[in-house]
């Protein structure tokens, strides 16, 4: 049985798949990764924007590059590997796909049960009262915006070096350890601890399976790593 055929079997027959999705899956839709080609916004590095310190150094300019990505994802759509994930929740008893996007891709696409390691772009949070709104205009009117307490907002995403939500991470971690399929989808597999999900799924007997243009830290311990574009792949590995 080649690759293809005996991931799709073990996809079917799996009670339990889990799905950890990086910026990969949505680069089809034309939104940039952070590592690789296209990931930098004028001269800036995004490991050097998307950090508390940036934005207490210089709000203004953080939320330009929000702004500037938060306009590119308005106007960009789902792709086939979205698409892909949305019919094997449909397809699977149970079904959890844990992401590290915060573009809401997933969720436009129609994928139901989404654990937000990372936050939403589309959520902005107050630095002072903390009192979040979803506000999904582009251009934003002010930057950065304000609070009803006057005070500025931050994006609702997780920085470099701030703690993942509480709950999400352990909803992440028990899709994790009861799965019996854990498909790992575009992700550099390099941002901890959402990449010490790989090693905990194989740990707890899950068959894992890579989707990535490239090879990652992790590609040697799976049980299968396919080379290529998501949208690509996942349907393959769907399909009935
Ligand atoms: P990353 O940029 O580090 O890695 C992207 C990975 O996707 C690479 O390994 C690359 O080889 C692979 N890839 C590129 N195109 C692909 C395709 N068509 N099909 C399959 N794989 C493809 O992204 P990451 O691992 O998610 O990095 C973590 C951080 O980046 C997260 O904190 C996340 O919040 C943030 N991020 C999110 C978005 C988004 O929401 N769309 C975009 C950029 C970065």
Redesign the pocket.
Known sequence: MGSVNLARKWIREAAVVTALT???????SG??????PG?LWKQFR?EDLATPEAFARDPKLVWEWYDWRRTLIAAAEPNA?HAALVQLERARPSFTLIT????GLHERAGTRNVVKL?GD?WTLRCTVCHRERRDERTPLPELPPRCECGAPMRPG??WFGETLPPDAWERAEAATRAANVFLV???????YP?AGLIPLAKSSGARVIE????E?PFSAQVDRAFR????ELLPQLVAS
């Open positions: 990086g910026a990969g899956i949505s680069a089809e939104i940039p990764t952070f590592r690789g990931g995004p590997g590290q996007n915060v573009d990372h772009l995403v997780v989808v575009g992700t550099s597999a390099v941002v959402a989707c990535n243009m490239e990652t290529g574009a998501a949208g």
